[in-house]
């Protein structure tokens, strides 16, 4: 079976959120494909199969080393790149990716031999809660004096529930987690959390044990682009960019954008440069 090495918002290889695309997978199990992710050891892979609705629609199931992910950002900008590489035929192509829950639509771009420019367009932003959590700054080591007093601690979602936490000064740069965040973030209401530096238009993301941190969430820098623009940060459609990964070794640039006002932000788009790094074939499938 074939696969593509891409890294994700970053214009040259060996930088960016690394990806594994499998562009034909379809004769594998969600057992299988699992396996085939915890063996590439990747944050994520994406299996795509053809949908027979039409040659720019696609399914797509994201895996990263836990378990499936209902959405992710990052897998299906670099899937769409490695979608238009193999059946693109124009400069600019718009592909349409199904994933369980809904679909999304992606605009890849080709710059040069590989070499691609993706936004993927997560639709609406949903506001949940605004929850007081005593003692949040020391879930990642912090001080209260460390978090942004202009603005709140949120919940919402593009796709997966994240609790977004506006930080100041170098707030991102000593921020660690020592303790699994899954149960507290789950009592208010999120999956994940992003720490968020507003000024600096940087984040940081972790699992929820802290012991990976994530290069560049796609799914993240969504939430992001509408939690600056339902508290003015940025401006209505304004395209932004979002940095993330410094502290990996990996740099990485998230172009964001969000439509609408207040908490009614009816489209956000986050998108990047992607650069395709190798290419291979499993030898053998794990059962």
């Not at 490695?82 to 771009?109: F, M, N």
Request: hydrophobic share 40%; net charge negative; proline share 5%.
């Amino acid at each position: 079976m074939r696969y593509r090495h891409v890294d994700v918002f970053s214009p040259q290889p060996y930088s960016g959120n690394s990806l594994m695309v499998f562009p034909d997978s379809t004769d594998l199990s969600g057992k299988q494909m699992a396996r085939i992710t915890q063996e590439m050891r990747h944050f994520e892979s994406v299996f795509l199969t053809q949908d027979s609705s039409g040659d720019r629609n696609w399914r797509a199931r994201v895996f990263d080393l836990a378990e499936e992910l209902d959405f992710a950002g990052h897998p299906l900008i670099g899937a769409a790149c490695v979608l238009h590489a193999l059946h693109g035929g124009d400069t600019t192509e718009i592909w349409h990716l199904k994933l369980k829950a809904r679909t999304v639509d992606v605009t890849t771009r080709r710059r040069a031999a590989g070499r691609y420019t993706s936004v993927l367009d997560q639709g609406s932003a949903e506001f949940l809660e605004r929850p007081h959590i005593p003692g949040l700054a020391s879930w990642f080591s912090l001080d209260a004096e460390d978090l942004d007093p202009d603005l709140p601690p949120q919940v919402l979602s593009t796709g997966l529930r994240y609790l977004m936490i506006p930080v100041r000064g170098d707030a991102l740069e000593r921020a660690r987690i020592t303790r699994d965040l899954t149960a507290p973030l789950a009592a208010a209401g999120a999956q994940f959390a992003y720490l968020l530096d507003a000024g600096a238009l940087e984040g940081r993301h972790w699992n929820n044990d802290g012991v990976l941190e994530d290069v560049a969430t796609g799914s993240g820098a969504g939430c992001a682009a509408a939690y600056l623009r339902r508290y003015d940060r940025i401006g209505n459609g304004e395209t932004v960019t979002l940095h993330q990964g410094r502290f990996t070794g990996r740099p990485s640039q998230m172009e964001i954008s969000a439509h609408g006002e207040g908490q009614d932000i009816h489209s956000v788009t986050v998108g990047g440069d992607v650069a395709f790094v190798a290419e291979g074939v499993l030898a053998e499938l794990p059962t």
